[in-house]
């Protein structure tokens, strides 16, 4: 069955570069179709898109924070890491990674299996 | 940018009740609507994806439809496992953009 599972710090620093891996298994960014994406979740708030990457190394990011993300793979170890520049506590949140099905279409697919979430709190 | 409106914010309902969220895009996204569930402290889980394709394991009292721009999620009855946030989602303009959440309370 296909899992998710995110690691990184809990806490950072403003200003500070934070970097998170989501290790998965079940699956394999090698199969055509098939993407990796990073949402987060501030405390009481909504969902909000981040980075996406596919199975082709094609890439993309949320229009209003591209200027401070990163997302790669590694396919040799099954994990997708982002990274995000400039953090400031208006960036805490639970961060979460998800599999993503573009099978039906490529570029409008949907999150169907999602990893248990990390708290990330910025803060001095 | 897309935007995604949920109405209403919050509603309040009994078990057995049938209950109506709608989400209203900014501009046309064909289908590429998908609608997640929320529970407090846990992930969201994907239950309707493609405006109105029941993930399978869902239970068949939610549905979804609507195309365009206006979209609705139905749960025809509730039952007490429902009570949640519940998201929508666009796919259409790539990475995707969310809805605001309607939280389904006890009334």
């Known amino acids: 069955q296909i899992t998710l599972k995110e690691s990184g710090p809990t806490l950072v620093k403003p200003t500070q570069t934070l970097t998170l891996t989501c290790t998965f298994s079940?699956?394999?960014?090698?199969?055509?179709?098939?993407?990796v994406g990073w949402i987060r979740q501030p405390p009481g708030k909504a969902l909000e898109w981040l980075a996406l990457?596919?199975?082709?190394?094609?890439?993309r990011y949320s229009p209003s924070l591209k200027s401070r993300l990163t997302i790669t793979q590694d396919t040799s170890k099954n994990q997708v890491v982002l990274t995000m520049t400039n953090m400031d506590p208006a960036d805490t949140a639970t961060y979460y990674c998800?599999?993503?099905?573009?099978?039906?279409?490529?570029?409008?697919?949907?999150?169907?299996?999602w990893g248990q979430g990390t708290l990330v709190t910025v803060s001095s | 940018d897309i935007q995604m409106t949920q109405s209403p914010s919050s509603l309040s309902a009994s078990v057995g009740d049938r209950v109506t969220i709608t989400c209203r895009a900014s501009?046309?996204?064909?289908?590429?609507l998908h609608w997640y569930q929320q529970k407090p402290g846990k992930a969201p889980e994907l239950l309707i994806y493609?405006?109105?394709r029941l993930r399978s394991g869902v239970p068949s009292r939610f549905s979804g439809s609507g195309s365009g721009t206006d979209f609705t999620l139905t749960i025809s009855s509730l039952q007490p496992e429902d009570f949640a946030t519940y998201y929508c989602?666009?796919?259409?303009?790539?990475?995707?953009?969310f809805g605001q959440g309607t939280k389904v309370e006890i009334k």
């Open positions: 989602q666009q796919s259409d303009s790539s990475p995707g953009s």
């Open positions: 998800a599999h993503r099905d573009d099978r039906s279409g490529y570029d409008v697919g949907f999150l169907d299996y």
């Open positions: 493609l405006a109105s």
């Open positions: 079940g699956f394999s960014l090698g199969t055509s179709g098939v993407g």
């Open positions: 501009q046309s996204i064909t289908n590429y």
């Open positions: 990457i596919y199975w082709n190394d094609d890439k």
